[in-house]
Each structure stands twice: as structure tokens, then as C-alpha cells.
């Protein structure tokens, strides 16, 4: 049995948290001792750990639900857990294209090299008139 201290180190997910996936319904109400000290076990070091590894993959907490139901659930398919898994893949690919997007429209504002005064300056005017980038919002 470990008390949420041990556990946080254990796992790398800070106290608050815990005790906010606790509330969210993500790991159960640990067991308290005599003295009102919360108790967890192992079970809760790997949900916990499960948790923290899908957060770091980018899963909401709607997501990280879904998964938790299936992995309590062995003999549903596996394709359930795909799907989620498959929506966050596209997701990440969403954001890498809105981030190659801003990558060439700052290469473009930055690429003038001007050495001018900043009423002169294409980087202030660009963010001044949409226009000039391309017109994307």
C-alpha cells in the first residue's frame, strides 16, 4: 500500500493531480486508514501510470475513459481501442499541417531580411494586413 506521496513518486504525477483524477472518476477513492490517510495499491499505480501515458500521447479525458472501459473489458474488440487511437492520429496530423502552414507563412515574413526602419518593416505589416500571409485565418 502506498500514500498518495508514495505514489506520485512512483508514477511522476503530481499529488493535485491525483487527487483531481479521483474526483474526474479516472482512479477510484482509495481505502483510508484509521487516520483519514488515503491507501493505494498497486492496481491504482498502474491505472495511474496508464493515465499519465495517455496524457502524454495528447488523450482528452473523454478519450482516456473510453480506453480505461475497454481495458476493464478484455473481451471487447480491439477495434474500439484503434478507433480512439485513430481519432488522436488524426488529430496530431491536423495540428502538424496547421504547424508546417505557420512554419512557411513566418519563413515568408521573416525571409525579407529587411534592415529598414519598423514603419518599413514587412513582419509589422503582414500581422497589420491579413492579405500579405496569404489570407489564412
Given at each position: 500500500?502506498?500514500?498518495?506521496?508514495?505514489?506520485?513518486?512512483?508514477?511522476?504525477v503530481k499529488v493535485p493531480t491525483i487527487r483531481w483524477y479521483e474526483q474526474a472518476g479516472l482512479i477510484e477513492e482509495p481505502g483510508r486508514t484509521a487516520g483519514n490517510q488515503r491507501r493505494y495499491g498497486a492496481a491504482d499505480a498502474q491505472r495511474l501510470s496508464?493515465?499519465?501515458?495517455a496524457r502524454e500521447l495528447g488523450f482528452d479525458l473523454t478519450a482516456i475513459r473510453q480506453l480505461i472501459e475497454l481495458s476493464a473489458h478484455p473481451e471487447k474488440p480491439c477495434a474500439d481501442a484503434d478507433a480512439v487511437a485513430a481519432s488522436r492520429l488524426g488529430e496530431v496530423r491536423d495540428r502538424i499541417a496547421r504547424?508546417?502552414?505557420?512554419?512557411?507563412?513566418?519563413e515568408r515574413m521573416t525571409?525579407?531580411?529587411?534592415h529598414g526602419t519598423a514603419g518599413d518593416c514587412y513582419v509589422?505589416?503582414?500581422?497589420?494586413d491579413h492579405d500579405l500571409c496569404g489570407g489564412e485565418h
Open positions: 500500500m502506498y500514500t498518495i506521496g508514495e505514489l506520485s513518486r512512483r508514477t511522476g496508464f493515465i499519465r501515458h504547424l508546417r502552414r505557420l512554419e512557411t507563412e513566418l525571409g525579407s531580411h529587411a509589422l505589416r503582414s500581422l497589420a
